[in-house]
């Protein structure tokens, strides 16, 4: 079984800060990558960032300059730090991740942890 839980959701004000956390356990093979998405209420699922095992990141043009993605390789585990939120940033986040073994690849979702940005 893999667990993939997210923490460090929350409210907070317009021009504030919140970090996020994705940490995988379980029996999970070769990581390749692990990234966050968020969906907002009547909106389509969307990419916020993502980062490979190798630490080349990828963000959305609405992330750029704002988000920062991390991982720490050891503990299997993905941060995003968000910076200068605003209220379209409001969502449920949640944690993506892929992984392989000789023969397939997998991916995990978390159940997704709630930000809300107050103007």
């Known amino acids: 079984q893999v667990q993939v839980v997210e923490s460090g959701g929350g409210l907070v004000q317009a021009g504030g800060s919140l970090r996020l956390s994705c940490a995988a356990s379980g029996r999970i093979f070769s990581i390749n990558a692990m990234g966050w998405y968020r969906q907002a209420p009547g909106k389509q699922r969307e990419l916020v960032a993502t980062?490979?095992?190798?630490?080349?990141?990828h963000y959305a043009d609405s992330a750029k300059g704002r988000f920062t993605i991390s991982l720490d390789k050891w503990k299997n585990t993905v941060y995003l730090q968000m910076n200068s939120l605003n209220p379209a940033d409001t969502a449920v986040y949640s944690c993506h991740v892929t992984s392989s073994d000789s023969l397939y690849e997998y991916d995990y979702w978390g159940q997704g942890t709630q930000v809300t940005v107050s103007s």
């Open positions: 980062i490979t095992s190798g630490e080349s990141s």
